[in-house]
Structure formats: C-alpha cells, structure tokens
C-alpha cells in the first residue's frame, strides 16, 4: 500500500485490508436497508428514488472497494446492471403510460384519482373500500422504478470508470 | 385517441429504445424489426397528424398551464415531426445492414431512438426548461453516436462537437433561467401573455442567449465550427439524422419558435437572422467547394443550405417563410439522400476520397443514379424539389427589395451546380479504377432507403401545387407568421 489516499483496484484486486473488509461486510447491508428506506419513505420524508438509488449503488460501490471487482461482479454483474437500468426506465415509462389507460391523460396520477375507471373507484364499487397503502398514488412507484434505474447506472458509471483505471495501470506496469 | 397522438411521439421511441437494448446482441435480428417498426408506426402517426391537420395542446398529468407541462401541437411542429418520422424510417432501414459493420448494433439503435425521442420532444415542446432537457437528450444521445467507431478522427470530432454543444446547451440554459427570473415562468404561453409584448435589457439578453444557442446547434456560420467534423464523423445513417433533421429540429425550428412565436417578432431579430443566413450561405459553399473528403462536402453543403432558410425566415414575407418551410423539408430528402449514398460508396470501397473513387456508376447504379437525383436537387435544377424552393425564396427577396440576397442566393446556387459536377464526375462518372472492378452494389434494405428518398426528392416538388401546398406546407406558414398569437392556441385559450 504505497499511496494509501487513493483507492487503487489494480493492486488490491482481493480488496483492501482486513479491517475495511470486516467493517464493510458490517455495514453494507444497513447501507441497503437504509436505501430502501428513504426509497419506500420518499413522498413523506426528505428523500425519494433518486437519493434512495444512489445510497442503494453506495453498498454495492462499498462491496466493489472493499472485496474486490470479481466479489461484487458476483452479486451485480455489468450485463444484469445494463438491463436494469433499461427496465427501470420502461417501468417508470410503463407507470406514465398506464394513465392514459386508466384516467385517460398521460402521466396523470392514476392511482388516487377519483376518476372512473381508476383502481379506487373499482374497488369501491365492489365495496372493499379505498386502496391506502399507495396514499401519494403513483408517486411511490415512480420512485420505485428510479431507484432502480439510478443504482443501476452509478452503479455501471463506477465500475467502468474503475475498470478503465485497470486498464490504464497495467498499460503504465508494462 | 386524437389527444393521444402528441405524447406518443415521446413516448414511443423512449420506450423502445428502452427495449431495443435489452435484446441480446446475437439475436439482434429482433432489434432490426423492433427499430424499423418503430420508425415505421412513427411516420404512420406523422403522416395522420399532416393530413387531417391534427392540432392540440396536451397537458401532461392533467396540469394546465401555468403549473403543469403543456406539449403543444401546432402547423409547423406537425411538419416538422413529418420530416424527422421521414428521414428515421429511412435511417433505420438503412442501418439493418450498414451498422453489421459495427459492434453493439442494439447500442446504437438504443442511442439512435432516443435521439428521435428526443428531437419529437423539442419539436412538440411548449415550455422553455422542457425544451432544453429534450435538447439535451437529443445531443447527449448524438455526441455518442458521432463518437460511434472510436477510431481517433471521431473520438476528436466528438469531443469538438461536445465542447460546442454544451456551450449551446449553457446558453440555453442561461436564457431559461433569465426568462425565469424577469416573468416566473417557464411556459411559453404563460410568459407570452406576461409579458404582452414588453421588452426590457433583461428579456432581450434572454433572446440573444436563445439566439446564440439555437444559432450554434444549426451551426450558422461563426458558430459552425463543430459541424464539418462532427456529421462526416457519424456512422452514416446518423449522418443523414444529424444534417438531414437534427440541426433543423434543434436549431432552426426551436430558434424560429423562441424568437418569432415566443418572444414578439422584431425588426432587429428579422436582421440578425438575415445577415447570419447570407453568411452561412456564402461562406457554407466557398469552404465546400475545396474539399475532397466526399462526407465533409456535403456537411459544409449543410451549412450553405441552411443559410437559404434562415434567409427566407429572416425576410419574414408571407412568400419569404414559406420558401424557408419548403426549403427546409427538402433539404432534409436530398442532404439525407447525399450522405445515405456517400455512405454506401464508403461501405463499399472504403473510402471517402473522391479522388480515389471513379467510374463507380458501372458497378453501382442504384446508389449512382439515386446521388445524381439529389446532386440535381440540391443543385436547384427543375423540376427536382430543390428548384422550386430556391426560386420561391430568391423571388421573396427580390419581393421585399433584398436584392444583394437574391443576387447572393444565384451566386451560391451556381457554386453548388460546380461542387456536386465535381463530386459527380469524380466519384461516378470517369473511368472505372481497376481496384474496383469487383465491387458489388449495396444490400438490398440501403437500396430501398435510398430509393424512398429519391423518389420522394421528385415528388416534393409537386408540393408547389396550390392544393397540395395549402395541406402540407400552409399550416406551418400560417403558425409562424401568427406571432405571438401563437399564445393564444398553445395555452388552450
């Protein structure tokens, strides 16, 4: 560990010390659980799916640093990141279109509209009563789908970024 | 479903971008079908909304103005959507065996369609920041495809384009932010009836940045710099998208909107355009007529063509911008047609050179005789579609006593005749060079796009019809010159 202020792949490709190692093992998945949290939280509380995303990609950056790019390709590898970033985008795109289905106007949010022909007013036709979980409707969902396609592509931009260091290392070895 | 149609041209090349990359590359055979259908459905709703005259304001998530964001459909943005569904579905056709070249087809159609997705949003835009983010989509999208190959002279003409680009995004920006502050809102419509007509120092420096930024994504001439490198660089359907509709999308159109429907049209404005016009014309055909770089020749023709837009849009007659509309989906066919054939001569001889090409029309006499339909009409020569449009445009500026324009505009017609001879003699014509004795013609799909193009090059010069005019190219006209009653229809007033 000859410059211990920058993170260098290359040299610790079986990750860093055994002290980071442990606490990371530790802490990734509070890391996680918090993600998801200010996620699930974020038409309450300060937050939503962009942050929520980016702390979600924190862990898996955390895992990438910590053990290694085979350890946390095992977990994440690029091809499923790619298309998980595409699948959050069609999700988000699913969620907008689907207005036009159910209320009639793109991007219109479908789930606590009144409107007839939304999933409320189905449901209190039959006499279930309001569906209350989504209370911000749509809202919810979309940050579903924008975590995911955030985590996605930190996620992709790092690992790239660190792979072009690789490269840029060995060149400069030989 | 008629209210559907304006967010479906957002929505459908998003979302099959989207798909398109998911689809693994050894079967990108579906990535083939899925990126043609898309263009086609595309130019199927375009051709609809062009023929019955569809117009509307949609108002996304139920919002109105000011809150919500507003898409406006509108005479000009339904042309203009006409033209870029037009030149994609060729495009697309054209690279189902042009980019086999290439790895990672599903990539670049993913890219590909967000461009086209993101230059349908510009176009149906009606609110200032969304404008830009569509802008910004549709360049990020094709600063990465003009990058495409890696090799050394793209990565150099990507960067070069980059820099340029994000200098006009800024610009942009800097102007939305200046329109924000002067009025509180972002809404074209809403800042129209704030502001009624009443100019300060503050609202004219916003519409010089808007100027300078649109000014540099349709590349007029002192802000022309990234354009000679960046479209020859492209893989070539790209470069039909980009000298094809791309500056015209995100240049010419949002520049025409901003500073003769938005802000309210002044004298001033009329000059700057006028003077940029004449420049890029001039100086366009003067640095083409050098080149042998057979791709470069014709982005500097890009240039020079739409200068004769800007000219007749800077006259502001009646006769001035319907030239200027005509002018400019015609040269959208034959600047596309040029490069889609530079393209096939490249594919298969390797080369961009034109001197050392020749005698190609003997093995290849699709792509021969389709470039010389487009060389004929870019030229000006009757009865190709370029003809008519150029006339109409001299003859508004001999109209509105422009005389130097006029005179200017035969000067450039007559290089342009000189330029495409060369490129023609050099190319085509002339004795077959042994090395391509065994060269074949071009797949069957790039025959077809090419041909659709040609065909169309003939066609739309019967657009000069009054009755056929008056469906095609009148609603745009009128949209422009309403000003800014343009308010009153794009706030659903």
Redesign the interface.
């Known amino acids: 560990m000859n410059n211990s202020n920058q993170i260098n792949i290359a040299e610790h490709s079986e990750g860093m010390s055994l002290v980071v190692r442990t606490i990371a093992r530790w802490v990734k998945s509070f890391i996680f659980i918090f993600g998801l949290y200010i996620v699930f939280y974020g038409h309450l509380t300060p937050g939503g799916g962009f942050a929520g995303g980016v702390i979600i990609c924190c862990s898996f950056i955390l895992v990438l640093l910590a053990f290694g790019k085979e350890r946390a390709f095992k977990r994440l590898s690029l091809e499923r990141a790619g298309a998980l970033d595409s699948i959050g985008a069609l999700g988000f795109l699913l969620v907008a279109v689907a207005g036009i289905f159910f209320a009639g106007t793109f991007f219109v949010n479908w789930l606590s509209v009144p409107a007839a022909g939304s999933i409320n007013s189905l449901l209190r036709k039959i006499g279930v009563g309001e569906f209350r979980l989504l209370s911000a409707g749509t809202i919810p969902v979309n940050n579903i789908w924008i975590a995911i396609k955030v985590c996605a592509s930190m996620y992709l931009v790092f690992a790239l970024l660190a792979m072009l260091r690789i490269n840029d290392d060995t060149q400069e070895d030989l | 479903m008629k209210s ?1 149609l304006i ?1 479906f041209f957002v ?1 459908l090349p ?2 099959a971008a ?2 398109v ?2 689809v693994p590359t050894r079967l990108r055979k579906i990535a083939d079908v899925l990126a043609n259908l898309c263009a086609l459905m595309l130019l199927i709703a375009a051709g609809i909304v062009c023929v019955k005259g569809i117009t509307g304001v ?5 919002w109105e103005i000011p809150v919500g964001i507003s898409m406006v459909l509108d005479g000009f943005s339904g042309l203009m959507l006409l033209t870029i569904s037009v030149i994609t579905f060729a495009s697309t056709l054209y690279s189902v065996s042009y980019m086999e070249q290439f790895t990672w087809k599903t990539k670049f159609y ?1 890219l590909f369609l967000l461009m086209v997705a993101g230059m349908n949003g510009v176009v149906l835009s009606g609110d200032f920041f969304n404008l830009f983010v569509f802008l910004e989509i549709a360049s990020i999208a094709s600063y990465a495809l003009v990058g495409y190959g890696c090799r050394h002279e793209e990565l150099e003409a990507t960067f070069k384009y980059l820099a340029l680009g994000n200098l006009a995004a800024l610009c942009v920006l800097l102007g939305v932010a200046f329109v924000y502050g002067l009025t509180g809102t972002l809404n074209m419509a809403d800042f129209s009836i704030r502001t009624a007509g009443y100019m300060n120092n503050g609202l004219l420096i916003a519409l010089a940045l808007f100027l300078t930024g649109f000014g540099l994504k349709a590349a007029l001439v002192p802000m022309h710099a990234w354009l000679p490198d960046a479209h020859p660089s492209a893989p070539t359907p790209i470069s039909a998208m980009l000298s094809g509709v791309f500056i015209k999308a995100t240049g010419v159109y949002a520049l025409v909107r901003v500073s003769m429907n938005v802000f309210p049209p002044m004298q001033l404005t009329h000059e700057i355009i006028l003077v940029l016009g004449g420049l890029s014309m001039v100086v366009g055909v003067f640095m083409a007529i050098g080149q042998w770089d057979f791709k470069r020749l014709l982005a500097y023709h890009s240039i020079s063509q739409i200068g004769y837009v800007m000219i007749g849009i800077g006259l502001g007659t009646p006769l001035g911008i319907l030239g200027a509309v005509y002018h400019l989906i015609n040269h959208a066919a034959f600047k596309s047609l040029l490069f889609l054939g530079a393209g096939a001569v490249e594919y298969q001889t390797g080369t961009r050179q034109l001197r050392q090409m020749g005698g190609l029309r003997q093995r290849m006499p699709v792509t021969s005789s389709s470039t010389l339909i487009a060389s004929l009409a870019i030229s000006g020569l009757p009865p190709f579609n370029g003809f008519f449009s150029k006339v109409i445009i001299i003859w508004a500026c001999v109209q509105a006593n422009r005389y130097g324009y006029a005179v200017a505009a035969v000067i450039v017609s007559v290089m342009t005749i000189a330029s495409f001879m060369k490129v023609q003699k050099y190319a085509f014509f002339g004795k077959l060079k042994e090395k391509w004795g065994k060269i074949k013609e071009v797949p069957a799909t790039m025959q077809i796009a090419m041909v659709f193009l040609a065909v169309l090059c003939l066609l739309m010069s019967l657009l000069i019809v009054p009755a056929l005019r008056d469906v095609v190219l009148q609603p745009a006209v009128d949209s422009i010159i309403a000003g800014t009653n343009y308010v009153t229809f794009a706030g659903g007033l």
């Open positions: 559907f967010p929505v998003l979302g989207f798909l990359v998911l949609y108002f996304v998530g139920g993913c």
